[in-house]
């Protein structure tokens, strides 16, 4: 670059400086406030159990009853609402042309943001032993133990309130629960087997409590064998083949186990997906869970 050039750069420089900008004193311009937003076809409020606890609900339903069936809608129930509501709300809007669109979704959930509630251990299980199996000693310091006092719940006051705000079908009622809430969804069964008219079991936690699960489904197995049980959920239990968290070997042989009582009514069935991890089940699952739960057969 010739002196001469560098010359007439540092003027343009200085006479660039010299001029003020028509811009430069102006205000930048305000920041829109973005909005929450509020998923089409969907309503929440809140509810307290008897027992003083204050749960969310968040609820999904076609937008015209005047094309509800003559029943009512079916119904399924989603725990762990704040984290999986979002996906199956969307998938029935979405779907309202389609029987499984036909339909009410119902999350039970807890008030905040957050995905998961730590109120959410104590809902779905039963009380940790004392002293706790080496794996859970981190979850000693919170509640559990009140599964029998929520599933009360869900098929009393939750039940009954939603029957009062909305056309439901009184006995197509199901029941979607993963991880924990899958565990506390094979108790559902096991403890009342003719609550729910269909019961999905998502990544069940069956080692909680050194499996504690399995006494349950022993009294269960004893009860269908003695013709104590007329009747049962249908039950579908889903697994990812590369869930680390819980190994999906136990929910193949448990689904083994109750087939061997089909003869008494009782119907279960195996949904296997090879690709996906613990955390990734329940959105891979959702229209799966929907026909199962909303298509009569």
């Avoid at 929440?44 to 029943?71: C, H, L, M, N, Q």
């Avoid at 999986?84 to 979704?105: C, D, H, M, N, T």
């Avoid at 706790?132 to 929520?150: E, N, V």
């Avoid at 195996?270 to 329940?282: G, Q, S």
């Amino acid at each position: 670059m010739t002196i001469k050039t560098l010359a007439c750069t540092a003027l343009a420089l200085l006479a660039a400086l010299a001029i003020p900008s028509a811009f430069a004193s102006d205000p930048p311009p305000p920041t829109a406030t973005a909005a929450r937003y509020a998923m089409p076809a969907t309503e929440t409020w809140d509810i307290t159990s008897p027992g003083g606890e204050v749960y969310r609900i968040f609820v999904s339903k076609p937008a015209d009853d005047k094309d509800a069936p003559e029943d009512g809608y079916p119904v399924l129930y989603v725990l762990d609402g704040n984290a999986y509501f979002g996906s199956f709300a969307q998938a029935r809007w979405v779907s309202e042309y389609l029987p499984i669109g036909k339909a009410i979704v119902v999350g039970v959930g807890y008030p905040g943001d957050d995905a998961w509630d730590v109120r959410r251990l104590n809902d779905f299980t039963a009380a940790l032993l004392d002293p706790p199996p080496r794996q859970w000693r981190a979850l000693a310091q919170y509640k559990s133990g009140a599964r029998k006092q929520f599933l009360d719940f869900m098929t009393g006051p939750l039940r009954s309130e939603i029957a009062r705000r909305y056309k439901a079908d009184p006995d197509r009622h199901s029941l979607f629960g993963h991880s924990l809430g899958g565990l506390f969804a094979l108790y559902a069964l096991y403890e009342r087997p003719q609550a729910f008219h269909s019961i999905v079991a998502a990544s069940p936690s069956m080692e909680w409590n050194a499996q504690g699960i399995l006494d349950d489904e022993r009294a269960f197995t004893t009860r269908v064998q003695a013709g104590k049980v007329d009747a049962s959920s249908r039950l579908m239990v889903i697994v990812g083949d590369r869930d680390t968290d819980d190994d999906p070997e136990p929910a193949r042989a448990l689904v083994d186990r109750l087939d061997r009582l089909s003869g008494h009514g009782v119907r279960a069935r195996l949904l296997r997906y090879p690709d996906e991890i613990h955390v990734t089940v329940p959105a891979r699952s959702v229209t799966d869970v929907m026909r199962f739960a909303f298509e009569i057969r």
